[in-house]
């Protein structure tokens, strides 16, 4: 079965960075899009970031642009979340995500069919 596992959250202090790592199992997803979603308590499950393929085309959330990074690791089949300049309003639980099909939109919660378990990210002022 195809698996998707964060790891990497922890609790900071602002201005601090933290590093997400999702590891991929079960199949390759070069190819891919995948993605980074956050869910603060109350609030709806937000798009954070997204690459479309290994390489290709990143799009950002407006609220953490210039601060957060994804990347990838092919042969390890892992996405990365690199995030900078924390600030207490990027405290929330921090899921990964992937699909298969190349046409969907990559910022929208509901077009992606495989899912982390969630890796708690908190910020303090």
């Known amino acids: 079965q195809v698996q998707l596992e964060e790891s990497g959250g922890g609790l900071v202090q602002a201005g601090g960075s933290l590093r997400l790592s999702c590891a991929a199992s079960?199949?390759?997803?070069?190819?891919?899009?995948m993605g980074w979603f956050r869910q603060a308590p109350g609030k709806e499950r937000e798009f954070v970031a997204a690459?479309?393929?290994?390489?290709?085309?990143?799009y950002y959330a407006d609220s953490v642009k210039g601060r957060f990074t994804i990347s990838r690791d092919n042969a390890k089949n892992t996405v990365y979340l690199q995030m900078n300049s924390l600030k207490p309003e990027d405290t929330a639980v921090y899921y990964c995500?992937?699909?298969?099909?190349?046409?969907?939109?990559?910022?929208?919660?509901?077009?992606?069919?495989?899912w982390g378990q969630g890796t708690q990210v908190t910020v303090s002022s």
């Open positions: 995500a992937a699909m298969t099909n190349y046409y969907r939109d990559v910022r929208s919660v509901n077009e992606y069919e495989y």
């Open positions: 079960g199949r390759t997803f070069s190819s891919y899009p």
């Open positions: 690459e479309r393929w290994s390489g290709g085309t990143t």
